[in-house]
């Protein structure tokens, strides 16, 4: 392949290579995303309203930091290792509790919060329990929350609703929920305009029945490959008013999304000693399209990507290496979501930016 230089080649190279050397701060906030934790609901009652609140911000902080252990670790270590921080140590380990939606009566407060961690903190109390860390994602899967025929149309309504606020796109693997327009059995011809709108490589159909006092959700995944069945999650309900049903809803979502994160930890672990090596060609027609790959790169950068190389820059492309971890699919998603192409050439991988 052959490039036409620039006038003063290295200078650009050397402009290029700073555009991926990005603040400590900002090369850092894509991935304390992960220690970030929403959709953490709570519903406490005290003797009075202000007793009420405070007890309610102390329980989401003890759940939210909860749902990141396991978030960040091996479901087999976490098990027989975990211990939960006392309360000072938690007030130290978080930075901020943010409510998004709160309730108040005399003596009751409903909140559901966002909470965020001090990545540092964290890592140091969890490797002091000898717990195994990951902190790669993965390129999202769409999540279409249906419902038996038989339904109630609240019931169906609630199922979308626990996923919507539920805080699963900030996973490891994100579940980004599809729009209600996606009807229907599982089926990736029908999914696939939504799943690619949110640049999602697959689409998760989740499909509750309720009966008999118990709730259970079949969960299928269809993608460009043969579909998946993921198998079926249940749990028992409580009572029969709204908030048993809700809380049963949430169990649902809860152990279906530990599916998907669990199946991502072991194979980014797996993977973990065998990043593989990409020498790619950049291929672009103005500067506008190469800084769009750049900031691609970049960003999946927070995701599967490390170890970015500029190895040189011309007129009409440029040629990159980088290492990743997990499948080239994902890779190729995550990109995609991006805006950048990675194809396979006579000429070896080549990215152009999707509107190239």
């Known amino acids: 392949m052959t490039f036409k230089p620039w006038t003063g080649l290295i200078a650009l190279i050397l402009t290029a290579l700073c555009a991926f050397a990005p ?43 909860e749902r990141l252990a396991r978030r960040i670790t091996i479901a087999e270590e976490l098990a027989g290792r975990f211990v939960a921080p006392d309360a000072a140590t938690l007030e130290q380990l978080v930075l901020s509790i943010s409510p998004v939606d709160e309730r108040r009566s005399g003596t009751r407060y409903i909140g559901r919060f966002t909470v965020r961690f001090d990545p540092a903190g964290v890592r140091a109390l969890l490797r002091g329990q000898n717990l195994t860390l990951v902190e790669t994602r993965t390129s999202p899967t769409l999540v279409a929350p249906m419902a038996v025929a038989d339904t109630i149309p609240e019931t169906a309504a609630l199922w979308r609703d626990v996923w919507s606020q539920g805080g699963f796109r900030d996973e490891l693997a994100p579940l980004l929920v599809a729009p209600d327009l996606l009807q229907g059995p599982p089926d990736w011809r029908a999914a696939q305009p939504y799943a690619q709108a949110q640049t999602a490589a697959s689409a998760l159909y989740a499909t509750l029945r309720v009966q008999g006092g118990v709730a259970s959700a079949s969960l299928v995944e269809v993608s460009g490959e043969p579909r998946r069945d993921r198998g079926t999650v249940t749990v028992r309900l409580a009572g029969e008013d709204q908030a048993s049903l809700r809380a049963a809803l949430v169990s649902l979502a809860e152990q279906a999304s530990a599916r998907i994160q669990n199946d991502w930890k072991s194979r980014a672990t797996a993977g973990g000693s065998q990043r593989t090596r990409v020498s790619a060609s950049a291929l672009y027609g103005d500067q506008r399209q190469w800084e769009t790959i750049k900031q691609a790169l970049e960003g999946a950068a927070q995701t599967l990507i490390s170890e970015i190389r500029i190895e040189a820059v011309g007129r009409e492309g440029a040629l990159v290496s980088f290492s990743f971890v997990g499948e080239r699919a994902q890779l190729i998603a995550e990109l995609a979501r991006r805006g950048v192409r990675l194809e396979e050439t006579d000429m070896g991988p080549v990215l152009r930016t999707a509107a190239n």
């Open 23 to 65: 603040t400590p701060a900002s090369a850092q906030g894509g991935r304390d995303n992960v220690f970030s934790v929403s959709g953490v609901q709570v519903d406490q009652t005290a003797d009075n309203a202000a007793a009420a609140q405070e007890a309610g911000y102390a329980l989401a902080k003890q759940r939210a930091f």
